[in-house]
Every structure is written in structure tokens, then in C-alpha cells.
């Protein structure tokens, strides 16, 4: 269902979702990154270090959400015209593994892109000594926002 | 459906909730705290910085549901025996409006405590000027994972 | 944060969520008839018998969804100007206890009202008794179709 | 995420799972029946008619939630051993198009089998005149009751 080539509607995809994500003082905060970008995809990869863990010293879920839900906001974005921007209206997520040490994946992908709302899945794993392994599974409600002048 | 009283299991309940609020670096990183902690529900609070803002200025979605999922969390917490540890299952948060500046608060409640599953309903608003803006609503299952010795 | 009195845009709510909801050939199939209405609000009733069971004789979490999709839906539609439909966006239901006999209740309300979406929560009990069990709790995203003339 | 081969433990899955399918009054009421069934995954498909529909003519979205919900759950069960049953714990779907007539198809896959718990992912199309159009995209929770003798 996630395998359609999608065509960005504004040449300046690539910028303008970096540029976005640049503004984001939280992936900031986090240490995360973009990792690829594609028409209808995005990737967002954080190293693990304490400060983003929860009691038992895994990657706190809110931290894996926080990630996840910037991939899928940032897969929906690439597919939106040069005025718009994004906002996530609810996502619902399942932290299928506790995910520690190495390197977090939130890989987002645009299920179906519609006039006002996008819907997204986003798949998290962690990289760790070569092996990748499923930790979270998100399902994801964007909403574009015109803007007029 | 959120109002029962819950009677805790363990007498250390709130000391073992905090302790273990304590370890996530994750609050540490966010800046968040408990604010109120009783048997069946647990309230956490973020003031807004910079640091914790997604494009447009707003709380990031993620950073909103690290402190709801919490929230969430330790309200299950509370209800659980002394030997047990509280892993998210799965939650699934709504955004219903932009939060900016002011404070975070999330208020979890326990809406059902099962053997093995919790679940969990939690608010999340914005306080700014005395007032109490709504602007996140979450459902969440916990597992309660108990450790044998 | 359900507890506001909302305002209906169009005085002939009443009559236009009954007509609608007469129209919904799987509401008639199930045996699902409306029990209380009000601005924001509609409550779902349903009587248990045979056919409307999974495996082990609960009502089937499916048909739990369906009344409790339809009590958010209305809820939603009370609150909708004359000329707009409501599509339901997604959803998230925990079944928080299995149903069984007696007379499944689905309350839906109205937590935001926006100009596009609507988020619902719906409270699902079962009536047996003289008692009323909690068993399913709905997160709901709704959107607004305007038709122009 | 979801292309493993899963090994059933039970090697009379398949007549456990169409048995347990025939005594859901639920699907036999909705005229539901299994097309493809193997370990990790189940489809079940239903031919669209007016009882089934929402207030617009489309099929109504707990009737989808319904076989899809199904679909998951006897994925889940394909991998149990015989003596356990498998319950829903929570889903979330979302509706992404309208389905309308046509033949609707629920396939449900098993992404995470674990001891307590399985999570399943469930896409939902509607085939009309040649064409498989995707409508609905669900994550399920199930959990596995174990019954001891």
C-alpha cells in the first residue's frame, strides 16, 4: 500500500523541508537528523545517549514518537505546495521492542496524500552492530494549512 | 468512566513513582516535573523554552506526548506491586490545538487496571494568563512486567 | 474537558441526525437504535443477541466499533451547519472489558469542534442488570464535507 | 516491517482458525467469509449490499473496522498454541477513501508475535470492476488468553 512514486508539486521540496526541520528546536534538543529525503518519504535518525531514555535506560517512548512523528510530518510536507505547511492533527503508535543504545530509525512514508489531510505510516528500528531491529510502528493524521496573501 | 478511587497495592507507591521519574533523562532533558501524584493518576508539567518547538513556534507533537505518555505512565504506576515495572504498550494522542508558550500539563488517569493491561486516558493542556487551553487528548496501554527474583 | 455546552448551527439538527442515521442500512442490520440526542452528544443503543457475537459470545469488537463510530459521527453531525456531511477520519477503540448480553451503550461527545475536523471520545458500556460495566473507550477524528450548490 | 515467515505452533492452526471464524455470529451477519489464510496472515473478504452501508451509500466504517478487525485477530491466532484464544485489546483505523460496492478485502498480517501480546497491521481495499483501490489502514493490539486445564 506505501509503494506509489509520488511527484512533489513545488520543485523546492528538498529546501524547504530542510529549511523546516532546521526551525525545529526540538529535533534539536533531541540530537536527530535528517537521514533521507524523497518525494513521499522521510528519514529521521538519533543516536542513542541517557538523556533521552526512560527508567530502564531505553529511548523513552515519547522520544521514539517525537522522531516518528517529525519523519511523518516531514514525508507529507515534501508532497505540498510552496504556501502550505503541515501540522500532525493525531498519531497513534506501538512500541512493539524496547529500543537501546545505537542508532534510532524513524523512516516515514506517506500512505495517501489528499487535498487537506495525509496519512502517513512511519516505521522505527534501531541500529545496532550491523543489525536492524524493529522497535515502534506509527499511523499518522497530517493536515495542510494554506496560507493566503 | 474516569472517576473511580484506586486503592495502591504498594505503601511506597510515591516514592517508587518519583524515584523512577527521577532516572528518565528524558524529563531531565525537557525540563518536565510531577506536579501531583495520587493513587490512579499522575500530572506532569513542561514550561515552554525554545528548545522544545516544532516549525512554527508551537510545543513539537513529540515533546507533548513524552510528557502525556509519562503522565500516563506513572498514573498506571502507582497502582501497580512493589516489584513491578511499567513498559507503554501503545497510546494514540489526538492534537486538537497548537500549544505555545505558557505551561504543559498533562494529566493522566487510569480508566481501567487490569492484571496485565492498563489503560490509561490523559489531558493534556496549556496554561498561559491564568487560563487553561486544551490541546491534546491521549488513550494509552501500559503492560505491567513483574520481576521474579 | 467534555463538559462544554455547545451551540448548534442549524436548528433542524435534530431532525437531520435522525434521518441520517435511518439511512445507515448497517445501523438497521445491527439493531443499533439512537437513545438520547443533544447538541454534542448522541448515544447509541444496542441489544445483544447472537449474531452480533465474536468467537466466545462478546459482542464482536467490530460491532462495538460500529455503534461506537456511529455515536461519535452523530455527536459530531449535531454541531455540522445544514449543508455539510461527516466522513469519519480514523479511529482508536480500546476494548477495556468483553461484552456480553444485556444492552451495549455507546455515548459519543464532542471534544473539539473545529471549522474542518472534530475530535469525539466515545464511552462504550454494557447494561446488564440494573449495573452498567464499562467496556470500550473511542478516540475519534471526524471531517466535515460542505456541499456547495 | 511485516514480510517474515512466521511458523505455526499449533499445526492444526488452519482448522482452529476457520472453526473459531464460524462461530463469530458477527461475520456469518455481515456475510464475511476467510479467502486467504497462512501463518501470519488472514483475509477475509465481503461483498458490498445496502445493509452494510453508512448514510451515504458507502460501507459503513465499523463494518470495515469490523472484517479488518477479524482479519488481525486471526492472524494472531494462526501463530498461538492450541489450548490459547486471542482477544483485541485496541485498534486504530483509519479510513483513507470511501469504499462502495464492489468486493471488500481485509488483510491482516502479524508484524510482532510476542508471548503476551501480538501486534498486527490490517489494509483494507475494495475491489470494483478489475481495480484494488486502498480505504482503510489499521493497527491492532491482540493479546493471547491462555486456558490451563
Same mark, same amino acid.
Given at each position: 500500500m506505501m509503494e506509489r512514486a509520488y511527484s512533489p508539486r513545488d520543485h523546492e521540496w528538498d529546501t524547504r523541508v530542510r529549511s #523546516?526541520?532546521? =526551525? *525545529?528546536? $526540538? +529535533? @534539536?534538543?533531541?540530537? $536527530?537528523? %535528517?537521514?533521507?529525503? #524523497?518525494p513521499g518519504s522521510c528519514t529521521i535518525v538519533l543516536p542513542f545517549r541517557e538523556e533521552l531514555s526512560q527508567q530502564h535506560g531505553y529511548f523513552h517512548a515519547g522520544i521514539t514518537s517525537a522522531i516518528a /512523528? #517529525?519523519?511523518g510530518g516531514y514525508a507529507g510536507l515534501t508532497l505540498f505546495p510552496a504556501n502550505a505547511e503541515v501540522l500532525t492533527v493525531e498519531f497513534k503508535i506501538n512500541l512493539i521492542a524496547p529500543a537501546q543504545d545505537g542508532l534510532l530509525r524513524a523512516e516515514g512514508n506517506v500512505v495517501r496524500s489528499g487535498r487537506t489531510l495525509? %496519512?502517513?505510516? &512511519? !516505521? &522505527? #528500528? &534501531? !541500529? @545496532? /552492530?550491523?543489525? @536492524? %531491529?524493529?522497535? $515502534?510502528? +506509527? *499511523? =499518522?493524521?497530517? %493536515? @495542510?494549512? /494554506?496560507h493566503h496573501r
Open positions: #523546516s526541520f532546521a =526551525q *525545529q528546536g $526540538a +529535533m @534539536r534538543l533531541l540530537g $536527530a537528523s %535528517i537521514a533521507e529525503l #524523497s /512523528d #517529525s519523519a495525509t %496519512i502517513c505510516a &512511519v !516505521e &522505527v #528500528s &534501531v !541500529e @545496532r /552492530d550491523g543489525a @536492524r %531491529i524493529p522497535c $515502534a510502528l +506509527m *499511523q =499518522q493524521t497530517l %493536515i @495542510r494549512i /494554506d
